[in-house]
């Protein structure tokens, strides 16, 4: 399992994948908030270095996923589009 370094914080836990292997999984804005107060970015420089530099790297099965909080609400517009 790899852990994304820099973002203890936004940890929420581990996930089991269809083929029996566990990644860690980060709260998305928790990244991007890291970013922002960590490194001094702006919330939309943080938010294109997080999907580039870090959702981005894809480094086998271990890779880390990262979590996008939604409600009921917000999953049934993505449906809808």
Same mark, same amino acid.
């Given at each position: 399992m790899l852990l994304a @370094?820099?973002?203890? *914080?936004? *940890? *929420?836990?581990?996930? *089991? !994948?269809?083929?029996?292997? !566990?990644?860690?999984?980060?709260?998305? @804005?928790?990244?991007i908030e890291i970013l922002v107060t960590r490194d001094g970015m702006t919330h939309e420089d943080a938010e294109e270095f997080f999907e580039f530099n870090v959702a981005g790297s894809h480094m086998g099965e271990e890779t880390p996923i990262y979590l996008n909080v939604a409600t009921v609400e917000d999953l049934h517009e993505l449906a809808d589009t």
């Open positions: @370094d820099g973002f203890e *914080l936004a *940890l *929420l836990g581990h996930v *089991l !994948q269809n083929n029996g292997s !566990q990644v860690a999984c980060y709260n998305r @804005d928790s990244c």
